[in-house]
């Protein structure tokens, strides 16, 4: 899924795994105490991508999410702005694990094993399996489709997929860099 793709590349190659210098000795021990779910995150990332097709299982995507809520936590209380920005974008890609793993993960699953009417729900083509492969399409969700999206999440979800939709959208615009 292009999601998953997305998300465990970007948390491979940007979690940074080291403060910068110019860090107060608080900000890196901070950082110290939280490399450790950072980690955790890529070595269960590791084990999947980018080295394998297989989806990420749900269950381990749902581990993932946790360790992200945890690692994110402790990062928000190290006040150094330098290192602030060098793990900004493990927010987006923990955001973008939200909503893969919550409801509208979910949804997005049930929806791939369905045919939608395309006359009721034109987007449908963009919620397909193999229409998330490709960045263009996946922007296209998040952005163009974004209101055809929550319609057929809420008619075929319910509003808590649709509250994880929107609050994961401009996680996963910055991820796949959507204009």
Same mark, same amino acid.
């Given at each position: 899924m292009l999601f998953?793709?997305?998300?465990?590349?970007?948390?491979?190659?940007?979690?940074?795994?080291?403060?910068?210098?110019?860090?107060?000795?608080?900000?890196?021990?901070?950082?110290?105490q939280c490399k450790g779910s950072i980690i955790k995150i890529q070595d269960l990332l590791k084990l999947y991508a980018p080295f394998t097709e297989s989806p990420i299982p749900a269950a381990v995507f749902k581990r993932i999410s946790k360790l992200c809520d945890k690692a994110v936590s402790c990062v928000d209380r190290i006040?150094?702005?330098?290192?602030?920005?060098?793990?900004? #974008?493990?927010?987006?890609?923990?955001?973008?694990?939200e909503?893969?793993?919550?409801?509208?993960?979910?949804?997005?699953? *049930? #929806?791939q094993t369905i045919t939608l009417n395309v006359k009721k729900y034109p987007?449908?083509?963009?919620l397909k399996k193999e229409a998330l492969d490709n960045?263009?399409?996946g922007c296209r969700m998040f952005?163009?489709?974004?209101?055809?999206? *929550?319609?057929?999440?809420?008619?075929?979800?319910?509003?808590?997929?649709?509250?994880?939709?929107? *609050?994961?959208?401009?996680?996963?615009?910055? #991820?796949?860099?959507?204009?």
């Open positions: 998953q793709k997305c998300i465990v590349l970007l948390l491979l190659t940007f979690f940074p795994l080291s403060t910068p210098s110019t860090c107060s000795t608080t900000d890196q021990i901070k950082f110290l006040e150094c702005v330098e290192a602030k920005r060098g793990v900004s #974008l493990m927010n987006n890609a923990c955001g973008g694990i909503l893969s793993s919550g409801p509208f993960g979910d949804c997005l699953s *049930k #929806l987007c449908a083509g963009v960045t263009s399409k952005s163009e489709d974004l209101d055809c999206v *929550k319609n057929v999440a809420k008619d075929y979800c319910g509003t808590e997929a649709v509250d994880a939709f929107r *609050k994961g959208t401009p996680f996963m615009k910055n #991820l796949m860099k959507c204009p």
